[in-house]
């Protein structure tokens, strides 16, 4: 018989157990590592509505977790509200039923977009049935090689796409993902800036590549992915990193399916690839 337990919003005095919990679901990182990006979690502003760290399975006391990143995505007329989810673990004698309705309790909210940007792959077929969806299969590691069509477009740094007309709410969360270490630009042409922002990552064996986490319109990407190639590899970086379900036009490169698959539940994102201030940012992954 399933012990009584109920579901209730992880507060600041919960951290020390909520790393413990943590770091004996997901032993591949430190007690210390959960430490600190609990820490980071902390200095959130989350979006209203939200939960600042996410809900807890408490029986007896706190036995499971589930964190969440809920923030305001999209243009100032047309705000969205996307939660990602993240790092959902339980312990054994919880496992079940009490799990998933941690789950469930999670993702329960009206009006509002849920993600989960690394469901490992046991955890899909559950999550496929609390109405998530598969937006993205696998990623491909690539270079550009189309060159821009049509007028010219240069890359801009975000200083100078500011004085260019850049929109408060896009200027304000680059400069947050800039100060994480970031790349951030934008790329300009005669009617518009289209703002790109890549996560810096490693491949086997310490290849550094950009993963991309901000595109508004994948066409951006698909005219421009010379130009943008370019500007990430003068950053040092050997190759871009995208989602996608299959090869991309314009980008040359190899494709691996069923890796990193981007899951939504609700209304889908605004924009083509936007993992903002979502557990990438403040956790890593």
């Not at 590592?33 to 996410?54: I, N, S, Y």
């Not at 100032?76 to 959902?88: D, G, K, L, Y």
């Not at 086997?204 to 500007?231: F, H, M």
């Amino acid at each position: 018989m399933t012990e009584a337990f109920m579901i209730r919003e992880l507060e600041q005095a919960d951290l020390p157990e909520v790393s413990n919990i943590l770091a004996e679901g997901f032993s591949q990182h430190s007690l210390a590592f959960w430490q600190d990006r609990l820490r980071a979690m902390a200095r959130r502003e989350p979006a209203p509505g939200t939960a600042l760290f996410g809900y807890g399975l408490d029986a007896g006391g706190l036995q499971g977790v589930v964190l969440t990143f809920g923030s305001l995505h999209g243009p100032a007329e047309a705000r969205q509200t996307i939660v990602n989810i993240s790092s959902w673990t339980v312990r054994p004698a919880l496992r079940g039923l009490a799990a998933k309705e941690l789950y469930r309790h999670a993702t329960s909210a009206d009006a509002m977009t849920f993600s989960n940007l690394s469901p490992a792959a046991h955890t899909q077929k559950t999550i496929k049935k609390f109405g998530f969806i598969e937006r993205t299969a696998g990623q491909i590691i690539a270079i550009g090689v189309a060159r821009s069509r049509g007028a010219r477009r240069s890359i801009v740094p975000l200083s100078d796409a500011e004085r260019s007309g850049l929109s408060p709410e896009r200027a304000a969360m680059m400069r947050d993902h800039q100060a994480r270490g970031c790349l951030t630009f934008c790329l300009e042409s005669n009617d518009r800036l289209a703002p790109f922002m890549f996560l810096p990552r490693r491949v086997k064996p310490g290849i550094p590549v950009a993963q991309l986490i901000y595109c508004e319109l994948l066409s951006d990407l698909i005219d421009n992915s010379r130009t943008i190639t370019l500007e990430v590899l003068k950053r040092g970086f050997a190759a871009m990193l995208v989602d996608a379900s299959g090869p991309i036009e314009g980008l040359m490169g190899r494709y691996f399916p069923a890796r990193a698959a981007k899951y939504y539940k609700g209304p889908m994102p605004l924009y083509a690839i936007d993992h903002s201030y979502s557990e990438m940012i403040y956790i890593g992954f």
